[in-house]
């Protein structure tokens, strides 16, 4: 096996363009900003889904024994099952119906046209749980001092959730935002791969391994990289400026 | 009648192994609008435990609690408790854990804020309105959580050995901002203490508690005029006549356990 082949390690100046040219057509595909703009809306919509059903239900189970009793049966079996296992599942389910498509919007083309349900339930999967679980943790750690407090001070069970629960776990919250964006990006990169799909950056790779494309496949990874670390560190970014006090604390 | 009654509170726990354990036993006493009243008594004789029932952070399993005329039944707004820990919000500046109970209340942010800077500065911490709990020191703390329960108007302070954690020279300071603070605001207040000293500075009339089961044993008029001095005979007479009951209480306990 001779190493020394473009087809099989490109040259690193070639990478190095590829990666320098982010808005160049790519194999009559489209550039790699479009590509990253795809796969990163799929990835933001399903992870806004996510914690938009992950921190609301995480109150609930962390605070009331019913809902704990409720779903944590559930949510056991569920949680070992990785991600990528359900793509197979989500394809046969939702085939290749769009956004675009369930919200009627057929004959025009928008990036929704782009974001296929299964996808988006794959990285919805993938985000929920580390969500779900940093919020109950989250929530069951807030030391019983500061709910006696509010409680004392005249705070009633609604607005003890809004000004003591929520913002006291707020720091483990933004963690497992920040896990679970970090997944949803891992696992879109995966559901693109596989056949049905028609754009995003995870396509791009499989679609340039096809045409023994190497500088564009390799291009394709340090950008992946480099996405998911910019997309923690945002994250990171804005958790240590909204709880600044709990970094002091310890 | 009384501004606050307790009537043989009785309250049990269950222990570790399922056993029962009576923290408190046919525990009556009274307390008259305006008063402050200290109760002393060793370690574990269930003084944080009558605190929590006064407030309505727990129910007594008999026995009665009321304060001005009401059966005490849960939390009331009548009564808050300053704890011995710190309890102050971490998220939240000074001024914003100050007017908490406002914001609760729905009193708009101008309004809170006026009334929040009040408190702040009769805990002698205006300047601090924006620092957050980490950024002070303990007795500081302790001052903003005094402020912090003051703000809620309570007719019934409860403090739990709020100066607990404190060093000497910043507890002394803090009695003597307390007790100006109570003769201002007219407030009545229930102060629990193991440090008998404490007790005769501040208290009107000194409660002692012994434990197992928690029950009070006998009273102290304080009838020193103020501001007290801890070397005057009559202090140091009263110190020594508490210290006794301390050591009866102790050595009898000892006895039982033989």
Redo the contacts between chains.
């Keep these: 096996m001779k190493l020394d082949n473009p087809a099989l390690l490109p040259r690193v100046e070639a990478v190095f363009d590829r990666l320098v040219h982010p808005f160049a057509d790519l194999l009559d595909t489209g550039s790699y900003v479009r590509h990253i703009i795809v796969s990163a809306s799929r990835v933001v919509l399903g992870f806004l889904l996510a914690a938009l059903i992950g921190i609301p239900l995480g109150l609930l189970v962390g605070r009331y024994l019913l809902f704990h009793r409720l779903f944590s049966p559930i949510i056991e079996i569920l949680r070992p099952l990785c991600p990528i296992a359900w793509i197979p599942f989500a394809l046969a389910i939702f085939k290749t119906y769009t956004v675009a498509q369930l919200f009627g919007v057929r004959y025009t083309t928008s990036i929704f046209g782009h974001i296929q349900l299964g996808m988006l339930f794959v990285i919805f999967y993938g985000g929920f749980f580390p969500i779900f679980l940093n919020t109950v943790h989250g929530v069951k750690s807030v030391k019983n ?2 709910i ?9 069970q609604h ?1 003890l959730f809004r ?2 629960i929520f ?2 776990s ?1 720091p483990t919250i933004l963690t497992g935002l920040r896990v679970g964006l970090g997944i949803s990006w891992m696992v879109i990169i995966a559901a693109e791969m596989l056949p049905g799909s028609d754009a995003g950056i995870g396509y791009l790779i499989m679609f340039s391994y096809a045409l023994a494309e190497m500088d564009i496949l390799i291009a394709s990874m340090i950008l992946i990289g480099a996405v998911g670390a910019l997309l923690s560190y945002g994250v990171k970014f804005m958790s240590d400026r909204t ?4 970094a ?2 310890r | 009648m009384p501004f606050l009654a307790v009537n043989k509170v009785k309250k049990v726990y269950w222990g570790e192994r399922k056993e029962e354990v009576t923290a408190l036993s046919d525990l009556s006493f009274t307390c008259e609008q305006g008063e402050f009243l200290c109760i002393v008594g060793p370690t574990g004789c269930g003084k944080t435990t009558l605190l929590r029932l006064i ?1 309505g ?1 727990e129910r007594p399993n008999s026995g009665d609690i009321h304060i001005q005329d009401t059966i005490v039944d849960g ?1 009331n ?1 009548a ?3 300053v ?1 011995q ?1 710190y ?1 102050l ?4 500046s000074v001024i914003d854990n100050v007017a ?2 406002m ?3 729905n009193i708009n942010k101008r309004e809170r804020y006026a009334q929040a800077s009040q408190f702040i500065s009769l805990v002698g911490l205006s300047g601090f309105e924006q620092a ?4 002070l020191s303990g007795g500081m703390q302790q001052r903003v959580a005094i402020a ?2 003051l703000a ?1 108007d309570p007719k019934l302070l409860l403090l739990d050995e709020p100066f607990g954690a404190l060093d000497e020279r910043t507890r002394h300071r803090l009695q003597e901002e307390l007790l100006s603070i109570w003769q201002q605001q007219a407030k009545t207040v229930v102060f629990v203490t193991h440090t008998i000293d404490e007790a005769i500075f501040l208290a009107s009339r000194i409660l002692v508690m012994r434990d197992r089961p928690g029950r009070i044993e006998t009273e102290y008029k304080i009838n020193l005029p103020r501001p007290r001095k801890r070397r005057s005979k009559e202090f140091l007479d009263f110190h020594i006549k508490i210290r006794e009951e301390f050591e009866k209480i102790l050595t009898t306990d000892e006895k039982e356990d033989e």
């Design positions: 001092i500061f006696e407090s509010a409680l004392l001070l005249g705070a009633e607005k000004k003591v913002p006291a707020q709880s600044v006090w709990q002091k604390e | 407030a952070l939390l707004p009564t808050t408790l704890f820990q309890s919000f971490p998220w939240r908490f109970s914001e609760i209340k957050f709990p980490y950024e912090r329960a809620h």
